[in-house]
Nanobody, 115 residues
Framework: QVQLVESGGGLVHPGGSLRLSCAASGMTFSIYDMNWYRQAPGKQRELVATITSGGTSNYADSLKGRFTISRNNALNTVYLQMNSLKPEDTAVYYC?????????WGQGTQVTVSS
């Protein structure tokens, strides 16, 4: 079965960096568009970044310049590099895979930005 397993979350001070990873299994990873979403307490889940199967990336406007999404098809892994983190980046970050009508979610990883 398809599994998406996120890792790399944790507690970081404002201005710090984290790199999230999402390891996929049970799927042909290279054909999927991969997405990172986040959900803060009391808020709706929002799209953070997308990288297509062809390697094109897009970001939420508010995050451009601070976050970078990348993928390694040989390792079946997608990454989210987060720099200059702010307290408002605190959320559970979810990995999502999408191919046509197919979609899968990871269990999420908590990112807390606090002094």
């Amino acid at each position: 079965q398809v599994q998406l397993v996120e890792s790399g979350g944790g507690l970081v001070h404002p201005g710090g960096s984290l790199r999230l990873s999402c390891a996929a299994s049970g799927m042909t990873f290279s054909i999927y568009d991969m997405n990172w979403y986040r959900q803060a307490p009391g808020k709706q889940r929002e799209l953070v970044a997308t990288i297509t199967s062809g390697g094109t990336s897009n970001y939420a406007d508010s995050l451009k310049g601070r976050f970078t999404i990348s993928r390694n098809n040989a390792l079946n892994t997608v990454y989210l590099q987060m720099n200059s983190l702010k307290p408002e980046d605190t959320a559970v970050y979810y990995c999502n895979a999408r191919f046509r009508t197919l979609g899968y979610w990871g269990q999420g990883t908590q990112v807390t930005v606090s002094s």
